[in-house]
């Protein structure tokens, strides 16, 4: 088991990663952000909030894995 830093610091380049690895997955696909927070049902803000690594709920990047067809798995991964 690994101990938690002391700080939280380490969380926005975590999440900077996913969304990172979102965009790549979307862009490989030739996909445009219309186009997909429009299959996932959610809105343009909150597929930029996830690209760009802000706070998101769990739900948020199940939907969009599941449009992108990517197991959520992939997304998490270091």
């Known amino acids: 088991m690994q101990e938690l830093p002391d700080d939280d610091s380490w969380l926005p380049d975590q999440r900077r990663a996913i969304g990172d ?7 490989r696909q030739k996909l445009t952000q219309e186009q997909v927070m ?3 049902r959610i809105d ?9 690594g802000h706070d998101l709920k ?10 992108l067809d990517v197991p959520l798995a992939d997304f998490l991964r270091d």
Not at 44 to 52: A, D, I, N, P, S
């Open 58 to 67: 769990l739900s948020t990047l199940q939907r969009v894995a599941f449009v």
């Open 38 to 40: 429009l299959a996932a």
């Open 21 to 27: 690895r979102v965009r790549a997955e979307r862009e």
């Open 44 to 52: 343009r803000v909150t597929l930029w909030r996830l690209e760009t």
